[in-house]
């Protein structure tokens, strides 16, 4: 299992990652050449079996085991009248997840993953970024390290997700901090604001970007005092699954903005990450774009909970279903190109 023991033990994973197998990855993409069906007719599907390949380090990689960790945390911030739900709903929203009512049970159940939920101090929400830091140094670690614990390295995938109301804010905040721009360009409608509480928002993001922009030093910092705790989950959770070579198919615009900071560290953080789809959030398209990683799926989706990255998930299961089962063309003694 995968643990930082500090600020500066999260930097130094961070620094070192490991890269994906290159014999696999040949070996991967010459299986590919060589099942019967035209060079590059299936698409993306192809590369989505040779990147899977890679982190597995085996030339048929496999979707059997997978896991969606899903992390849900409180947020000081939702004081401010940020979105269009109340605070109470996370922790009602986790006991329908432990009941098998979400979307999230029934999307999983579909994709045949496993489900793990992490709900962290959901009764101590985070300081309000807007006039204090989000967490303490004990309570990032803690955050990032309960997001390391639940991958496992026995997972095929990883699927990361989130319940927090009001995560939308901290999640334009860290876009915002990373990527530039103002607090407008990041914000969106999150679970369906009005305009007056989109104005609320905006400005609870320009406070908190003035108040802590010139301290966000590194991955850590800038996690520690604009984020929140299922954010920091999920980059711990990315971190190990790296470690661990488990890839990860990301969920939505807050999944994608716990990444930020630790792409902004080292450029190469995303080499294990599929962009399960675009959210309808509007900041996420952008945020894509930054990662140049192109979403499998465009659906309008906007939930969050790890649902788009379950929907996804049906695609990467699909492209080693071809990739493993399809015959060579010498197996199907079928004639190869002229
Ligand atoms: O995944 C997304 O892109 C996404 C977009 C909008 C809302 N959400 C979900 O809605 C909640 C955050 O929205 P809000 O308006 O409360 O900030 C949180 O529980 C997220 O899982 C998720
Ligand atoms: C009901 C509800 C379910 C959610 N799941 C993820 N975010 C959510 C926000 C709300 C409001």
């Known amino acids: 299992m995968i643990r930082f023991e500090d600020p500066a033990s999260f930097a130094q994973a961070l620094a070192e990652l490991p890269e994906p197998d290159a014999p696999a990855l040949d070996a991967a993409r010459a299986r590919q050449a060589d099942l019967t069906k035209p060079a590059g007719s299936l698409g993306r599907l192809e590369d989505i079996a040779v ?3 890679g982190w597995q380090r085996r030339e048929r990689p496999r979707a059997d085991r997978i896991r969606a960790a899903i992390f849900a945390g409180n947020h000081g911030v939702a004081t401010r009248g940020v979105s269009a739900y109340p605070p109470e709903v996370t922790a009602q929203m986790v006991a329908n997840f432990h009941a098998g ?25 985070t300081g309000d970024i807007a006039c204090r830091p989000a967490m303490s140094e004990a309570e990032c670690l803690a955050a990032l390290n309960a997001g390391a614990a639940a991958v496992s390295d026995e997972s095929d995938l990883a699927l990361l997700g989130e319940m927090g109301i009001g995560n939308t804010t901290p999640a334009a905040a860290l876009a915002a901090q990373v990527f530039g721009g103002s607090a407008q360009d990041w914000v969106g409608r999150g679970t369906g604001l009005d305009e ?5 928002k905006a400005e609870a993001v320009t406070a908190a970007l003035a108040l802590h922009g010139p301290y966000c030093n590194g991955a850590f910092e800038t996690l520690r005092r604009l984020g929140g705790r299922e ?6 959770a990315a971190l190990a699954a790296r470690h661990l070579r488990v890839p990860v198919l ?13 792409l902004a560290d080292n450029p190469r953080f995303l080499a294990h990450c599929l962009a399960g789809h675009c959210s309808a959030e509007a900041g996420h398209v952008r945020l894509l774009e930054r990662f140049g990683l192109d979403p499998l799926l465009h659906l309008g989706m906007r939930l969050g909970e790890g649902s788009g990255a379950a929907v996804a998930a049906q695609i990467v299961r699909s492209a080693l279903a071809a990739h493993g089962g399809m015959a060579t063309f010498a197996e199907a003694a079928v004639a190869g190109a002229a």
């Open 250 to 262: 990301l969920d939505g615009f807050i999944t994608c903005a716990a990444m930020a900071p630790l």
């Open 51 to 53: 990147f899977m390949a």
């Open 196 to 200: 007056a509480g989109l104005a609320r």
């Open 231 to 236: 954010i920091a989950a999920m980059a711990g």
């Open 101 to 125: 009512g979400a979307a999230i049970n029934a999307l999983t159940a579909a994709c045949g993953a496993e489900l793990a939920i992490v709900a962290l101090d959901l009764d101590r929400p």
